[in-house]
């Protein structure tokens, strides 16, 4: 299994929601991401969790809440969302090895958030 | 300050017609260099991957060259067909032995392909 698949497609939420995005891979990578694109622009970095732990948050809001629950899942709490987060959230995983290799990331088809 | 470039913005060609991407980049420490295809409202999907010792890789009908003395880049398209328009990214990891890769996205070329 290679892929990295996302839950759900779509998602309209208002902005007093509560509401998780999922992430899920079974490659046996240890590193995964959340990264959040806006139309015709290139994805950022949201988070990064290596082995399960938080090892990278690029300064995002605390609406935003990440959550690593064993290491094929990863989920993505959101809450109190502004209609300028709307975008398509991608999560990722990549394989930890040592030394340092390639640690290509394979990309989930994303979900495509819209905030009322 | 990383960065990646890229050229041209947008680029629209005839059917069967080859085509050339070109990536510029000042990421440090170098680890590889990545090109994305990306169809809209879709996760980005790898094409090619290169370390630093590597200059070329191919992959069907994508071949992409790595100078990392230049630190340039490019994708060459063959025989385009309309199911390559799409957004083409190239991305630059700044990975550290020990730690999840960084990567460096550049803007993308968006390439249309026409009848």
């Known amino acids: 299994d290679t892929e990295v698949t996302q839950t759900p497609k779509h998602l309209v939420m208002g902005m007093t929601n509560k509401k998780s995005l999922k992430c899920e891979q079974h490659m046996g990578h240890r590193a995964m991401y959340w990264y959040k694109q806006k139309a015709k622009k290139p994805p950022e970095l949201m988070f990064v969790?290596?082995?399960?732990?938080?090892?990278i948050n690029e300064s995002v809001p605390s609406r935003f809440s990440p959550e690593c629950p064993n290491s094929s899942l990863l989920n993505l709490h959101l809450h109190a969302l502004q209609p300028e987060d709307s975008a398509l959230y991608l999560c990722a995983s990549s394989q930890q090895t040592f030394p340092l290799s390639y640690n290509e990331q394979f990309f989930g088809p994303g979900t495509r958030l819209t905030v009322l | 300050k990383n960065q990646v470039e890229q050229s041209p913005q947008s680029l629209i060609i005839l059917e069967g017609k080859n085509c050339t991407l070109q990536c510029n980049y000042t990421v440090s420490p170098f680890s590889n260099l990545r090109w994305y295809k990306q169809d809209t409202g879709r996760g980005p999907v790898s094409l090619t991957i290169?370390?630093?010792?590597?200059n070329t890789k191919s992959n069907g009908r994508y071949t992409a060259t790595l100078d990392a003395d230049t630190k340039q880049s490019s994708l060459h398209i063959t025989a385009s067909q309309l199911s390559d328009s799409a957004s083409y990214i190239c991305?630059?990891?700044?990975?550290?032995?020990?730690?999840?890769?960084?990567?460096?996205f550049g803007t993308g070329t968006r390439l249309q392909v026409t009848l």
């Open positions: 991305v630059v990891s700044a990975g550290q032995t020990g730690t999840a890769s960084k990567l460096t």
């Open positions: 969790y290596s082995y399960e732990k938080l090892s």
């Open positions: 290169m370390t630093f010792s590597e």
